[in-house]
């Protein structure tokens, strides 16, 4: 037996907070019943409604999925484009992407049916770190990338700090490639970053999500993980 609030954020309803506001509100039944008290608790056979649309308990799985270029982030999508949720035919439970990767960008995503877990990842306050290696226009020197290491003002707020490595530079054809590793999540960041310093991305990875990397896995694969490997570096 679970209290209400937590299955409702592990089923990705909400977070537990906001679960418990929706409990206040009256939105939430259990076999029929309108539940208003927080603190009850229900199992895995109860049947649990928000609004009148049923939720359905699931165990908690996890995966480490390679996302390619040209994939959207969602389990859908209204112009019929592939989605992340289409390297999973034979996941029988409903997954989505935790955060999201730009359609053009590649790399590490993770995907869960577990929204308590999501939540928690996504909050600002683990300052998750993700590791990106981007190909730039030009061949800057590292004093040039100083301003990453300090934050740069984009969408008029400044950046956390942030650490790169130049990998390699090709001045024959005028770009680089830099690894950046950030711990925020913020709308096409690490583009914007690279832009506001002149040097625009023409492509761009994320490599790793925490400690988690691609290693074995090519574009379009995936792996299952267990919980504590998931959160053991939040």
């Given at each position: 037996?679970?209290?209400?609030?937590?299955?409702?954020?592990?089923?990705?309803?909400?977070?537990?907070?906001?679960?418990?506001?929706?409990?206040?509100?009256?939105?939430?039944?259990?076999?029929?019943?309108?539940?208003?008290?927080?603190?009850?608790?229900?199992?895995?056979?109860?049947?649990?409604?928000?609004?009148?649309?049923?939720?359905?308990?699931?165990?908690?799985?996890?995966f480490l999925l390679y996302k390619p270029r040209g994939v959207i982030s969602a389990v859908s999508d209204d112009k019929g484009r592939k989605v992340v949720t289409?390297?999973?035919?034979?996941?029988?439970?409903?997954?989505?992407?935790?955060?999201?990767?730009?359609?053009?960008?590649?790399?590490?995503?993770?995907?869960?049916?577990?929204?308590?877990?999501?939540?928690?990842f996504m909050h600002p306050k683990h300052e998750m770190t993700k590791t990106y290696v981007a190909k730039i226009e030009g061949t800057p020197h590292n004093k040039?990338?100083?301003?990453?290491?300090?934050?740069?003002?984009?969408?008029?707020?400044?950046?956390?700090?942030?650490?790169?490595?130049?990998?390699?530079?090709?001045?024959?054809?005028?770009?680089?490639?830099?690894?950046?590793?950030?711990?925020?999540?913020?709308?096409?960041?690490?583009?914007?970053?690279?832009?506001?310093?002149?040097?625009?991305?023409?492509?761009?990875?994320?490599?790793?999500?925490?400690?988690?990397?691609?290693?074995?896995?090519?574009?379009?694969?995936?792996?299952?993980?267990?919980?504590?490997?998931?959160?053991?570096?939040?």
């Amino acid at each position: 037996m679970e209290r209400l609030q937590k299955v409702l954020a592990n089923c990705g309803v909400a977070s537990r907070r906001k679960s418990e506001d929706l409990i206040a509100q009256g939105r939430i039944s259990v076999n029929g019943k309108v539940i208003k008290e927080q603190g009850v608790k229900v199992s895995k056979n109860d049947r649990i409604e928000v609004d009148g649309v049923p939720v359905y308990q699931e165990e908690p799985v996890y995966f480490l999925l390679y996302k390619p270029r040209g994939v959207i982030s969602a389990v859908s999508d209204d112009k019929g484009r592939k989605v992340v949720t289409d390297f999973f035919p034979h996941v029988a439970e409903r997954i989505f992407p935790v955060g999201r990767l730009d359609y053009d960008t590649s790399g590490a995503l993770l995907m869960t049916n577990d929204g308590e877990f999501a939540n928690l990842f996504m909050h600002p306050k683990h300052e998750m770190t993700k590791t990106y290696v981007a190909k730039i226009e030009g061949t800057p020197h590292n004093k040039e990338l100083k301003p990453l290491q300090t934050g740069i003002v984009i969408d008029k707020r400044k950046t956390a700090p942030a650490s790169y490595k130049i990998l390699s530079t090709d001045r024959k054809k005028g770009t680089s490639i830099v690894e950046l590793v950030i711990r925020e999540g913020r709308n096409h960041q690490v583009k914007k970053m690279f832009e506001a310093l002149g040097y625009p991305v023409m492509k761009l990875k994320r490599e790793k999500v925490g400690e988690l990397t691609l290693h074995g896995l090519t574009s379009g694969d995936y792996r299952e993980l267990t919980k504590k490997k998931s959160v053991n570096y939040m």
